[in-house]
């Protein structure tokens, strides 16, 4: 005998229905997919100063070796020159030197005026106005006797050739420590005391060596 099913059944079994398969799914959403994994976290990068930090290399340091008062010059740049210091004066002869500068420095004075400045002018204006002797050497170079020097101005090199200019230089030996060192020449006259030079004695050392 067949069992009809009434209208009112099939909406029940219906809604049961609905409610199996409702938890159906909601059990189903807490769970993964297969083969899916979480991505991995990744560390922050480090941020990069915007400039990199001052370096304390030190710098090319200067040489070595500066003579004492030797400014911006080159090592032994004052024994270079040493021929070029005149020696220190004793006080006496110090003061004997500058007197005798102050006789020959008004007859260099004239002789510029009147444009004499050759040797031969002013080697003749020394000895005949204030009496003194030309120095004379031995054969090996040893003075023999008197005290003044007059010679022409150093050369210099110019356009591949040596060159005189005018003038003339002048070495008085007032003692073995005090000398007069003067010139004369177009531009200016000059005499001042001071002690005898390494090489050149009462001369005035050329300024190349």
């Excluded at 030996?173 to 005898?196: F, H, I, M, S, W």
Aim: net charge negative; hydrophobic share 35%; glycine share 10%.
């Amino acid at each position: 005998m067949v069992r009809m099913v009434t209208s009112t059944q099939r909406r029940r079994l219906g809604a049961v229905s609905a409610l199996l398969m409702g938890a159906a799914l909601i059990s189903g959403c807490g769970e993964k997919p297969h083969g899916s994994a979480a991505a991995p976290a990744t560390a922050p990068e480090p941020s990069q100063a915007s400039s990199t930090a001052p370096t304390n290399s030190p710098s090319p340091g200067a040489s070595p070796y500066v003579e004492p008062g030797v400014v911006d010059g080159a090592p032994h740049n004052g024994d270079n020159n040493a021929y070029r210091r005149p020696a220190d004066m004793s006080p006496a002869s110090e003061e004997a030197a500058q007197a005798e500068a102050a006789r020959i420095e008004p007859v260099l004075k004239r002789l510029h005026a009147k444009g004499k400045w050759d040797p031969e002018s002013v080697r003749s204006a020394l000895t005949g106005e204030l009496g003194y002797k030309i120095e004379k050497y031995g054969s090996k170079g040893k003075i023999l006797s008197g005290e003044l020097t007059v010679r022409d101005m150093y050369a210099s090199y110019e356009n591949d050739e040596y060159v005189t200019p005018e003038g003339t230089m002048i070495g008085l030996r007032v003692n073995a420590d005090a000398c007069v060192t003067a010139l004369v020449q177009p531009t200016n006259y000059e005499a001042k005391a001071n002690g005898p030079f390494m090489e050149t004695g009462c001369m005035t050392p050329p300024t190349g060596h």
